[in-house]
Structures are given as structure tokens and as C-alpha cells.
């Protein structure tokens, strides 16, 4: 439900254009991660639409207090989505339910940055520190590792609440440019840091050719 409302209102915002390094039923193995980076409030949706018009609908992994947001509580809850509270002794076990919906085969998005980035501007930067729960995740459940890289969603939201608003409200008119990338699948190998950085460091070749495909140069600085 989620994927397919994600799919259907976005064009209204923007011109949201996918590619891949694999083919899609190669790459989306039953029981695969997915490991996206994380701009701005905008970009879920973007990456949810993009995967649908994969063939993929994945379980999300998401911030808690998302749940008490009237009717998008109601489905993230009917499709089965994880909360996660973050600083709280609740916050492993949105891993083991993770692992256990992986385990049935459903594919598992995350954003291993946890947050997003403190930045005023609509530009695109790199993937900032990712926190260790990829690297568990993957280490339980021997599971790999799809990365994905989304450039854009800047464009439509970003900044504070006065501009996110402004963005939200302009990006039918503006239509900005969006773009998902899927990169190749990895295994991810090591302790909890050579996981982590590792699958980093593919989240980010990912992010920059979405960027590149974007024209935006600046991007790939970073």
C-alpha cells in the first residue's frame, strides 16, 4: 500500500528516472537488505516508488514516532513496517524483527545513517557515518546487501520547516529532476566496522552516479 501510494502521487513533485548495474530479479533476491541513503523527508518516498517500479515492495525500516502520524500510522502498521526507537532499549529488537521478516523471505529497507543531515541547502552531499545496525543485521542474517542511491529529494524538501513547507508546496510547479540507483549486490565481511564501512562506501558509488545522472557536479566532490 505504501510502495503503490508513493508510486502514484510522486509524479506530481517531480520526474522521478531509475537505472541499475544488475537486473532487477538478480539483484532483489527474497531476503536481500537494502541500504539507501538518507537526504531528506522526501527521499523514502522516492526510493519506495522507484523499487515498485522494479517489481519490489519492500518492508521499512522507519523512525517510531512516524507511527503516530494519522493515516500514515494506520500503513505503516497494515504493511507490516518496523518502528524503530531510536536511544531506547527497544531499538534491537527492530533488528530481530528485521531478521525475522527476512528470514520469511521479505526484502528489508534501511537507512543506516539514522537521521538526516544538519544542512540548510537543496545540494546533494555524500552519505554521511552509518550507524552499526546494517553491519548487525547483515552479520545475524548472513543476508546481502543491495545499495541504492537517490539524488533529488533535496530539491523537494530540505532545510527548515519554513523552506521544507515552501518546497513541498512549489514541487508541482518546479517538477524537479529525481533519480534512484541501484548498484550491485554485496556480501558484506568483518568485524561490525569493515561491515559498516564497506557497505558505506557502496551506498555511496550508488548516491553518485543517481547524482551524476542529475547533472550535478558538485556531488561528487563529496
Do not use: C
Amino acid at each position: 500500500m505504501l510502495s503503490t501510494i508513493a508510486d502514484t502521487l510522486l509524479p506530481a513533485f517531480g520526474r522521478l528516472s531509475v537505472t541499475s548495474d544488475i537486473d532487477a530479479g538478480s539483484a532483489f533476491r527474497p531476503g536481500s537488505i537494502i541500504a539507501a541513503n538518507h537526504t531528506s523527508l522526501a527521499d523514502p518516498a522516492i526510493v519506495l516508488a522507484a523499487l515498485r517500479r522494479l517489481g519490489v515492495e519492500p518492508v521499512v525500516m522507519a523512525a517510531a514516532g512516524l507511527w503516530r502520524v494519522p493515516v500514515l500510522g494506520r500503513a505503516l502498521a497494515r504493511g507490516g513496517h518496523i518502528p524503530v526507537f531510536r536511544g531506547d532499549r527497544r531499538a534491537s529488537a527492530a533488528l530481530d524483527t528485521a531478521a525475522e521478516a527476512l528470514g520469511r523471505g521479505r526484502l528489508v529497507l534501511i537507512y543506516a545513517e539514522g537521521g538526516l543531515p544538519r544542512r540548510a541547502d537543496a545540494a546533494e552531499a555524500a552519505p554521511e557515518a552509518f550507524r552499526s545496525g546494517l553491519a548487525r543485521l547483515s552479520e545475524s542474517t548472513g543476508a546481502q546487501v543491495v545499495p541504492v542511491g537517490q539524488a533529488g529529494a533535496r530539491r523537494i524538501t530540505s532545510g527548515s520547516v519554513a523552506k521544507q513547507l515552501a518546497g513541498v508546496a512549489t514541487a508541482p510547479l518546479r517538477r524537479p529532476g529525481l533519480h534512484v540507483h541501484v548498484g550491485v549486490p554485496v556480501h558484506l565481511i568483518g568485524d561490525h566496522l569493515e561491515r559498516t564501512a564497506h557497505a558505506r562506501t557502496e551506498v555511496t558509488r550508488a548516491w553518485r552516479t543517481a547524482a551524476a545522472h542529475l547533472n550535478e557536479p558538485a556531488a561528487l566532490t563529496g
